[in-house]
C-alpha cells in the first residue's frame, strides 16, 4: 500500500501460499510473528527419484499487542502469503486475545 491511499487494517493470511520458510517473522522488526511447521514427505513421486520433503505449517501468529502494522512482512513474502486486509482488529479486554491465529488471520473467525 502507498501513502495516501486509505490506510489499511490488518493482515491476512493465504494459507494455502504459505511455505513455512519463515522470512516474514524474520524481518518482522517487532518479532509479533510465530510460525511452526514440520516437514513430511512430498507424495506421488516417480519411482527411482530420490525422497523428497515440505514443509507443512502446524501455526501461524500474530500478537497484535506487538505488531506495528509496517507491513514488512507482507513486503517481504516472496509467495504472497501475507496480504492487507480492510478490516482492522478489533480491541481486546487483555492481550492473550489479540494473539490471532490461521483461523482467525484466514478471515474465518473475525
Not at 518482522?28 to 510460525?35: D, E, F, K, N, R
Not at 525422497?51 to 501468529?61: G, I, K, M, P, S
Not at 507491513?71 to 494473539?99: M, N
Request: aromatic share 6%; proline share 7%.
Amino acid at each position: 500500500m502507498m501513502a495516501g491511499d486509505g490506510g489499511h487494517g490488518s493482515i491476512r493470511l493465504v494459507e494455502e501460499r504459505c511455505t513455512s520458510c519463515m522470512l516474514c517473522a524474520r524481518e518482522c522488526p517487532s518479532w509479533c510473528i510465530t510460525i511452526d511447521s514440520h516437514t513430511e514427505p512430498v507424495p506421488d513421486l516417480p519411482p527411482g527419484t530420490r525422497e523428497r520433503t515440505q514443509n507443512v505449517l502446524d501455526r501461524f501468529e500474530i500478537d497484535w499487542s506487538l505488531c506495528m502494522y509496517c507491513g514488512i512482512c507482507v513486503e517481504e513474502c516472496p509467495f504472497d502469503a501475507l496480504a492487507w486486509e480492510p478490516a482492522h482488529t478489533a480491541a481486546a479486554p487483555s492481550a492473550l486475545t489479540l494473539r490471532h491465529g490461521i483461523g482467525e488471520l484466514k478471515g474465518t473467525n473475525r
